[in-house]
Every structure is written in structure tokens, then in C-alpha cells.
């Protein structure tokens, strides 16, 4: 019988090749920012009330490294910390225009990395890999669909 690799080995290989693959574009087009910069970028893109310690609690990363690379972002001047309205206490983060245009130049080569790996796949194996990966979110006990079954 055929030995089954672990789940863990499965989806790390091709999520490196990605992430290298993305590496090397942005070292192409000289965008100074990691991946997971640019995840922060869209999360703060897509929530006006976000605060730090919503983007840990979503990247499950500790707090004080999320502050740190959220300070390269607003030294950058992609992203400014705004006092919440409601709770003083609190800091929303925003993203600038200067940031907005960045997560879209981001998003566009994304999308052209990810087209490139996928080329030659069908339709209906990427819907059942979306399936697939779904369930397994749902086994780790998210209630939330991880993807939309679309292609990005």
C-alpha cells in the first residue's frame, strides 16, 4: 500500500512555491513589503473598524510582531492609526490612498501568480481543490467559508 503523505506536507509545498513565486515578483517590481504585509493591507481594505488585535487574532500571530510590522506599513505611509469614535482607547487602522493603490497593485500580481501556477488545471479539479480546502476549514472549526469557490 502506498504511503499517504501528511496534510501539513501536502499543502506546505505548493504554498511555498506560491509565496516564492510571489518573492521573486515583488523583488521584479521593487515592492518593499512582505506577503503578509499585504494580507494586512487587504484585511484593513476590507473592515473601516479594524484594529491590531483583530489582524492577530486572524493571522494568529502575537500581537507584538503584527505592531511591529504595522509600523513598517504606517512608516510607509500605506496605512494611519485614527482614534475610534465609540472607544478612545481603541486605534482603528486606514489605509491611505497610497496604500489602497499598493494592495491593488498587490491583488493584480496575485492574481497573474496565481494563473500562472494554475495554468493547465481544469475548472472542476480547482472547484473540488476549493471544496476540499473548505472542508478542512470547517474541520478546524471554522463556521465561515474559506473560499468562495471563484479562482483568484
Known sequence: MREIKPLGYILGLPLRVFLNQV???FRNREIELTFEQFVMLRMINSNSEIIQQDIANHMQKDKSL???QMNGLIEKRYVVRQTNLEDKRKKNLILTPKGTEMMNQISKLTIEVSNKLLSGVDDSDIRVFHKVLNKIHE????SEEFLSGKSN
Open 139 to 142: 474541520n478546524g472549526g471554522s
Open 66 to 68: 503584527i505592531v511591529r
Open 23 to 25: 518573492a521573486i515578483e
